[in-house]
Nanobody, 125 residues
Framework: QVHLVESGGGLVQAGGSQRLSCAASGRTLSSYDMAWFRQAPGKEREFVVAISWTGITYYADSVKGRFTISRDNSKNTVYLQMNSLKPEDTAVYFC???????????????????WGQGTQVTVSS
């Protein structure tokens, strides 16, 4: 069992930056694929970015060039650095994890077995 806890959310002005953290307990994340999803009010949960256990990254087009995912396996933590934030980035951001599988589907929420409780990010215009 993996327990994920996100932190770092809050209110930020458009154009600003914010860094989210996802700390894991229960398992070592080094062999896990990790991702961030987000859900805005009245909308479906959407894929933001993923990082494979090998360190390969995958970004949604909407955040490419602005967001960066990284992982520190020694701290069992994954980070999401968000720059040039826009009001449309406002959402609850969720961290997700799964043990690596032979046929990964990084952009699908169904691929991930473990989820955090989410952290609110609000970008004001």
């Amino acid at each position: 069992q993996v327990h994920l806890v996100e932190s770092g959310g809050g209110l930020v002005q458009a154009g600003g930056s914010q860094r989210l953290s996802c700390a894991a307990s229960g398992r070592t994340l080094s062999s896990y694929d990790m991702a961030w999803f987000r859900q805005a009010p009245g909308k479906e949960r959407e894929f933001v970015v993923a990082i494979s256990w090998t360190g390969i990254t995958y970004y949604a087009d909407s955040v490419k060039g602005r967001f960066t995912i990284s992982r520190d396996n020694s701290k069992n933590t994954v980070y999401l650095q968000m720059n040039s934030l826009k009001p449309e980035d406002t959402a609850v951001y969720f961290c997700a994890a799964t043990s690596a599988k032979p046929t990964p589907s990084y952009g699908s929420s169904y691929y991930y077995d473990y989820w955090g409780q989410g952290t609110q990010v609000t970008v004001s215009s």
